[in-house]
């Protein structure tokens, strides 16, 4: 069986963070392992508390998992402080994993910036260059690239911009009011020459979409580890989500999760 390694925040709601990752890994096929970068207190209406792994305590955790369970790819989303990001950067290169999925966590789809200017400069100069591919959103692009983006030529062009920085392939994810859902990966595709592609997606109306970075993220990875190309990947995992969305769950009072295990029975 395959093995998959997400390191990030755990969300105690399930949405999202590690417990999205966990889910979406399992229902993809992978074995799923985790680093906690910090535990938060939170449901569907918002974040309560946060409370960070040390930098000593999370480089523990990593080199315990991968010097037994070595994982055929590695997920990590969210990571507040420039001390946690070096210690997974360091970690990438002394353990030589590999199909790194980077989900640079920095703005919210409000626009809130999530994590201090410090930490954003270390992701930029020690985390995103180890990537195999990274997925912002419009905000995260617009960072990333220095460029506002305003229309699907925009996003072509953030997305050449930061794979010409950083030298890892880009997913840029669509929404946020721009278009359909339709996400644009920039980078060396499946082994060739660097190129583009769209992946049209059908917005599902459905209002309860906490932890859809997350999961989109995982379930790359998930695709990466079982051998499949970045493209095929990438498609899987679009599917994926769009089927977990279109299940409609609805729970809690907020901004709920939505259905990871939408193709699980639970009979046995």
Not at 40 to 55: D, F, I, R
Not at 184 to 198: K, S
Not at 238 to 244: D, H, P, S
Request: hydrophobic share 40%; proline share 3%; charged share 15%.
């Amino acid at each position: 069986m395959k093995t998959a390694l997400t390191i990030a925040g755990s969300d105690s709601s399930g949405g999202a963070g590690i417990q999205a990752d966990i889910k979406t890994m399992t229902a993809n096929g992978v074995y799923a392992m985790s680093a906690v970068t910090a535990l938060t207190a939170q449901n569907t209406t918002g974040v309560e508390s946060v409370m960070e792994s040390t930098p000593e305590f999370l480089r523990q955790q990593i080199r315990m998992v991968v010097t037994d369970i070595f994982p055929d790819a590695v997920k990590v989303g969210m990571v507040s402080s420039s001390a946690l990001i070096q210690v997974i950067a360091d970690c990438v290169k002394e353990f030589n994993l590999k199909n790194i999925v980077v989900d640079p966590v920095m703005v919210a789809t409000s626009g809130a910036k999530l994590i201090s200017d410090d930490a954003v400069l270390t992701l930029k100069e020690r985390l995103l260059p180890l990537a195999t591919v990274i997925t912002p959103n419009i905000p995260e692009a617009q960072v990333l690239s220095g460029t506002k983006i305003q229309s699907p030529a925009d996003m072509e062009s953030a997305a050449r911009i930061i794979c010409d920085q950083y030298g890892a392939s880009v997913l840029l994810k669509g929404g946020h009011n721009l278009n359909d859902a339709n996400d644009y990966l920039f980078g060396n595709l499946d082994g060739g020459e660097r190129m583009g592609r769209w992946f049209n997606g059908k917005r599902i109306d459905n209002p309860n979409t906490h932890g859809t970075g997350c999961t989109l993220s995982s379930a790359i990875a998930s695709n990466l580890a079982k051998g499949k190309s970045l493209t095929e990947s990438v498609q899987s995992a679009k599917n994926y989500l769009t089927c977990a969305l279109a299940a409609m769950l609805d729970l809690g009072k907020g901004s709920g999760p939505m259905n990871h295990a939408f193709a699980i029975e639970g009979t046995y």
